[in-house]
């Protein structure tokens, strides 16, 4: 059975109860007799994704060209 929060507006408590979801809306009285409650929205817990990720480098790429002796001649 879910869950639900309300907070009564007399005198600031907030309190829980279990109720079926058909009787989500109904008005809750506050532990203390107080009938003036709200519902408070139920918290979602976000699993936080750290922000900005650092991207994974490349490792640099073995060999590769440029800088042969070939090119200018020498080899010739
Ligand atoms: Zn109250």
Redesign the pocket.
């Known amino acids: 059975m879910p869950r639900y929060d309300f907070r009564?507006r007399?005198?600031?408590?907030t309190f829980e109860l279990r109720r079926a979801m058909a009787q989500a809306n109904d008005p809750a009285v506050?532990?203390?007799?107080?009938p003036d409650?709200v519902k408070l929205l139920s918290t979602v817990a976000v699993t936080g994704a750290a922000s900005g990720g650092a991207a994974p480098r490349q490792a640099p790429s073995a060999g590769g060209g440029g800088g042969g002796c070939c090119g200018g001649g020498c080899c010739g």
């Not at 007399?10 to 408590?13: I, L, P, Q």
């Not at 506050?30 to 107080?34: K, L, R, T």
Request: aromatic residues 0%; proline residues 9%.
């Open positions: 009564c007399s005198c600031g408590a506050c532990p203390q007799g107080h409650t």
